[in-house]
């Protein structure tokens, strides 16, 4: 070999043991990259999931209070239903008595009638709620009182249809003012419950 062929040498091994060095070092490098691209997805893919079970856990936790809600709904809606019902025979019942009927319309009408008053019965009760019983209680009370030619749009009681005002005498009425003070006992009584 010539010097010729020996400096051309020397330049190829040069050249080779510098690009092995070069393709050593690149391949570290790209180890390294890779390895750091590992951890990173690796702790993307751990905190993703843990922030969706967090999120799982606070949409069932969402649906368990709204399911809760509905339930206590559906329970308020029919205790209510079952309150309502009490109430409505109740009324039925203070009408089922005639004679203790009359006597509690008498008291009613009695407490607050004014002279000129048109006393209106409750729907269906035209024959119940006669001119005579109208006409005694004017004598009783001392005041002119009149029997309506019209019934009322409800379903017991009285209405007295005076000048200035109007008086509910209504059973109606009367039921609802005593429901506010006692359904929380009702309830109590029917279902065990303070709410």
């Given amino acids: 070999m010539n010097n010729k062929e020996a400096i051309i040498q020397k330049i190829i091994d040069d050249a080779e ?3 092995a060095a070069n393709i050593g070092e690149a391949n570290d490098t790209a180890s390294q990259i890779l390895g750091r ?3 990173q997805v690796d702790k993307f893919i751990e905190t993703n999931a843990q922030k969706a079970d967090e999120k799982y856990a606070d949409a069932l936790k969402r649906s368990q209070v709204v399911s809760n809600l509905d339930v206590k709904k559906l329970v308020q809606g029919a205790k209510k239903k079952v309150i309502d019902k009490v109430f409505e025979e109740s ?17 009613m009408i009695l407490s ?46 009285v209405m007295l249809s005076g000048k200035n005002y109007d008086k509910n005498l209504t059973l109606e009425l009367e ?4 429901r506010e003070k006692l359904e929380s006992k009702i309830d109590a009584i029917l279902f065990g419950s303070k709410d």
């Fill in 175 to 178: 039921l609802s003012l005593i």
């Fill in 37 to 39: 691209a590992q951890r």
């Fill in 17 to 19: 043991a510098v690009a």
């Fill in 112 to 157: 607050c009638c004014e002279d000129g008053d048109e006393v209106v019965p409750a729907m269906g009760e035209d024959k119940l709620i006669t001119k005579k019983f109208v006409s005694d209680l004017s004598k009783k009370s001392g005041k002119s009182l009149k029997k309506s030619e019209s019934e009322g749009d409800f379903k017991g009681g």
């Fill in 91 to 107: 009324l039925e019942a203070i009408k089922a008595d005639k004679k203790r009927y009359l006597a509690l319309l008498e008291g």
